[in-house]
């Protein structure tokens, strides 16, 4: 059970609010005893004490009343005796103004336990003074007052009580419902940053870093051919690589610069461009892909830009740290869309746990997919390879769970190869 609003009182010193109404009701109790303005009490006679016991009784019940937020307690057992021992010996009208604050304060300023208890006594002492009444025979104008009293005169500040105390707790719950709501759009937004952050990131490295990587590579290999062809031919692809990393990466320092949320940098990435990449590698680079696999009808466009960058990671590993013969087979069937690249390995290089491979598998899980990447083991017929093989779905389903590799693929990578993780 949530705790009440305003289960603890506040422990402060005494309110300025709470001066001016003890103050207020003082007031009222001397112009009205002043005034003369006063009832007989319901005793009456002999048993009717002074004006003046009525107004120092009065002004103690005013005084409790500076204590109404702080110690709200207070008023019921001071106030509230004072009050009804006025009306039924006194006569004082102010004491009827008394009452009603002293079952109201607890009410309202109270914990929830004082304010139950308020009314469950409030409730019993009207109940215990009509049936008195009634046992000692009254007349019909004396218990039609007492009912009057016993009713309105106690359930008036009881109700109104509740009524403001539900009022307050609502809007302390709407004040926290909003705060929360309010971290809740902070906590959105600085996520819907670090998405795109880590967006630019992926980018950065799948695109920017592929095209560098095949600058390198040209230019490395134009240093080392003899034939002017050949030569030109590898200086005009790191050019073309060139302009194209130069490209990209201002079209991310524009979306870097812009205020504008969710906008995502536009990149020069291919089949074509990843296919020169690796026969930049490999002149005798097997590369097979699917028409379909550029069909939006057959291919979800999110899943076509995941697979690209799958790809381009992939084909930029295998420019940087492996070696021919290089094959990427790329074949959708049925609901399925399948990559599969492999190159030779470099020395004797083990499987990292750095950006590209935790990218490879980011952008297949995000789009209901799987991504495996390792070498084979040195003890089967492809000792040496190193292979990336994913499956995505030709729809994108960001719940789905990842599946296993399909069916029929060469099963000479064995299943230990270890899952790439972002």
């Not at 004082?114 to 215990?128: E, M």
Request: aromatic share 4%; with cysteine; charged share 20%.
């Amino acid at each position: 059970m949530s705790p009440d609003p305003v289960e603890r009182p506040e422990r402060a010193a005494i309110d300025r609010r709470d001066v001016m109404t003890a103050v207020g009701y003082a007031a009222v109790v001397v112009l009205l005893a002043v005034s003369g303005a006063r009832n007989s009490g319901f005793v009456g006679g002999s048993l009717q004490w002074s004006p003046w016991v009525s107004v120092v009784m009065m002004l103690v019940a005013c005084t409790s009343l500076l204590w109404r937020r702080r110690l709200p307690v207070l008023a019921l057992v001071v106030a509230g005796p004072l009050a009804v021992a006025e009306i039924i010996v006194g006569g004082q009208i102010s004491a009827y103004f008394l009452l009603f604050e002293a079952l109201f304060t607890p009410v309202m300023h109270g914990s929830l336990r004082l304010a139950r208890v308020t009314t469950g006594l409030a409730i019993c002492v009207a109940i215990a003074a009509i049936l008195v009444a009634v046992a000692l025979g009254v007349s019909w104008p004396i218990l039609l007052v007492v009912l009057l009293v016993s009713t309105l005169v106690v359930s008036t500040p009881l109700l109104w009580g509740w009524e403001v105390r539900h009022h307050r707790s609502a809007r302390l719950v709407a004040e926290s419902l909003a705060d929360v709501e309010h971290e809740l759009a902070v906590t959105r937004a600085a996520h819907a940053v670090e998405t795109e952050r880590r967006t630019i990131a992926h980018d950065l490295h799948d695109v920017i870093a592929g095209h560098l990587s095949a600058v390198s590579l040209h230019t490395n290999l134009a240093s080392s051919l003899e034939d002017r062809e050949a030569r030109d031919r590898s200086l005009t692809t790191a050019r073309e690589s060139a302009h194209a990393a130069l490209r990209d990466l201002r079209s991310m320092i524009g979306v870097l610069s812009t205020e504008e949320s969710g906008t995502l940098p536009s990149v020069t990435l291919d089949w074509p461009s990843l296919s020169t990449r690796l026969r930049g590698r490999d002149a005798e680079a097997r590369i097979r892909i699917d028409p379909a696999a550029t069909d939006p009808a057959r291919l979800e466009p999110s899943v076509q830009a995941a697979l690209l960058r799958i790809a381009a990671e992939a084909s930029t590993n295998a420019v940087r740290h492996g070696q021919a013969p290089i094959s990427l087979s790329v074949q959708v069937s049925g609901d399925a869309v399948i990559l599969d690249l492999r190159n030779r390995r470099t020395g004797a290089a083990v499987p990292g746990t750095g950006v590209g491979r935790g990218a490879i598998s980011h952008r297949a899980t995000a789009v209901g997919g799987s991504a495996t990447s390792g070498p084979a083991p040195e003890d089967s017929a492809e000792a040496g390879t190193w292979r990336v093989l994913a499956r995505l779905p030709v729809r994108a389903d960001s719940t789905a769970p990842p599946t296993d590799p399909p069916d029929g693929t060469d099963s000479s990578v064995p299943s230990t190869i270890q899952e790439a993780r972002p």
